[in-house]
T-cell receptor, first 113, second 113 residues
Framework: GAGVSQSPSNKVTEKGKDVELRCDPI?????LYWYRQSLGQGLEFLIY????????KSGLPSDRFSAERTGGSVSTLTIQRTQQEDSAVYLC???????????FGSGTRLTVV | KNQVEQSPQSLIILEGKNCTLQ??????????LRWYKQDTGRGPVSLTI?????NTKSNGRYTATLDADTKQSSLHITASQLSDSASYIC????????????FGSGTRLLVRP
């Protein structure tokens, strides 16, 4: 597609449930990133995928968070046993490499009640 | 600790007026600085990107400046339009981890008719 697509755009879930967030990057972009934007805060790095290299997971806040990227394209961010502090907008971005302009998706707004 | 701070937090101006947004950073070793515009409910969109050797870059009515010695940047918006109402985010990356963008909290700009 023309841009980075994320789904769902909004997700309300009960505390303790698992959620999956999906990101479909721009075709041909080898780099894919997940960021989290909490209310009133700057975006926080979560994870970075580059081609077939091992991902940099250093930004994941706890072992309840995991992400995978299948076939070098679509990525899924999974949050297990969600907590209220997980409520945020989760943004995905892709780029040709880490220097050039990133293209962000519109994000998934996650609300844990 | 690598940080990016922006001021003011919010700003209201009249349509047609100019404004300047500020960004201070402590990221080291510095790689590049980007300004993004984020409309409500959308992902950030890149306005400018500058490396150490660049001290000014324009994109239409947007002009960014960079002083790498004092670690300061500004974004000047000329002849503001209602569509400029958005959050403007300063983003810095370090040489040793260029894909881990470090985001400021943004300046929320409201342009009134």
């Amino acid at each position: 597609g023309a841009g980075v697509s994320q789904s769902p755009s909004n997700k309300v879930t009960e505390k303790g449930k698992d959620v999956e967030l999906r990101c479909d990057p721009i075709s041909g972009h080898t780099a894919l990133y997940w960021y989290r934007q909490s209310l009133g805060q700057g975006l926080e790095f979560l994870i970075y995928f580059q081609g077939n290299s091992a991902p940099d997971k250093s930004g994941l806040p706890s072992d309840r968070f995991s992400a995978e990227r299948t076939g070098g394209s679509v990525s899924t961010l999974t949050i297990q046993r969600t907590q209220q502090e997980d409520s945020a907008v989760y943004l995905c971005a892709s780029s040709l490499d880490s220097y050039y302009g990133y293209t962000f998706g519109s994000g998934t707004r996650l609300t844990v009640v | 600790k690598n940080q990016v701070e922006q001021s003011p937090q919010s700003l209201i101006i009249l349509e047609g007026k100019n404004c300047t947004l500020q960004c201070n950073y402590t990221v080291s070793p510095f790689s590049n600085l980007r300004w993004y515009k984020q409309d409500t409910g959308r992902g950030p969109v890149s306005l400018t990107i500058m490396t150490f050797s660049e001290n000014t870059k324009s994109n239409g009515r947007y002009t960014a400046t960079l002083d790498a010695d004092t670690k300061q940047s500004s974004l000047h918006i000329t002849a503001s339009q209602l569509s400029d109402s958005a959050s403007y985010i300063c983003v810095v990356s370090a040489v040793d981890s260029s894909y881990k963008l470090i985001f400021g909290s943004g300046t929320r700009l409201l342009v009134r008719p």
